[in-house]
């Protein structure tokens, strides 16, 4: 199992740019999730899912969307990036709910210029 | 809102040495407790968990216990390693809202 993916591991954009954060598992799990980690301040979560086509937001939503069309994938979609959504955006799943123990990917370090 | 507040690092060790980082919380109900450890240019891995008061999460020699008089949930280690060197999140669990603490990152040394 390759557990939790997450493609690319690093981009930069241009302010007012759009791009799309990939994140895939192989676990079957039912719940995935998106965190932001930003120096001082942990993760936070900023859209979750508990199922195909079933999507929630977190802390932090705004400036992102996501969809959960198959239970393997769970894209992140930077609308606009602005400067401030320099990060590092973290995917991870569990099997089913945030009680249970959480996968996380790799991660993908973003800079917005 | 819910929240986690973690010693603040960084933390500096000799091996041998006794760990203890200090978590406390904020939440209504009944949260979930986690620790969590990122390794440098990983991903978080889970170390321990406590899903009720009283319960202890134990792994890899760390412990932590549930105390929900106190709202804490302090990590502990009797002798700590030149590889347990990395960053710990506490974290909260509670109606689909997951909460992290700002990390404290540990280095041991030889």
């Known amino acids: 199992n390759a557990g939790v993916t997450q493609t690319p591991k690093f981009q930069v954009l241009k302010t007012g740019q759009s791009m799309t954060l990939q994140c895939a598992q192989d676990?079957?799990?039912?719940?995935m999730s998106w965190y932001r980690q930003d120096p001082g301040m942990g993760l936070r979560l900023i859209h979750y899912?508990?199922?195909?086509?079933?999507?929630d937001q977190g802390e932090v939503p705004n400036g992102y969307n996501v969809s959960r069309s198959t239970t393997e994938d769970f894209p992140l979609r930077l609308l606009s990036a602005a400067p401030s959504q320099t990060s590092v955006y973290f995917c991870?799943?569990?099997?089913?709910?945030?009680?249970?123990?959480?996968?996380f990917g790799p991660g993908t370090r973003l800079l917005v210029l | 809102g819910d929240s986690v507040t973690q010693m603040e690092g960084p933390v500096t060790l000799s091996e041998e040495a006794f760990l203890t980082i200090n978590c406390t919380y904020t939440?209504?109900?009944?949260?979930?407790l986690f620790w969590y450890v990122q390794y440098p240019g990983e991903g978080l891995q889970l170390l321990l968990k406590?899903?009720?008061?009283?319960d202890k999460g134990s792994n890899k020699g760390f412990e932590a216990t549930y105390r929900k008089e106190t709202t804490s949930f302090h990590l502990e280690k009797g002798s700590v390693q030149v590889s347990d060197s990395a960053v710990y999140f506490c974290?909260?669990?509670?109606?689909?809202?997951?909460?992290f603490g700002a990390g404290t990152r540990l280095t041991v040394k030889p």
């Open positions: 991870a799943s569990s099997y089913q709910g945030m009680r249970e123990t959480q996968y």
């Open positions: 676990m079957n799990h039912e719940y």
């Open positions: 899912s508990v199922g195909a086509g079933i999507t």
């Open positions: 939440a209504t109900g009944y949260p979930s």
């Open positions: 406590a899903t009720k008061a009283d």
């Open positions: 974290a909260l669990s509670n109606n689909n809202d997951m909460r």
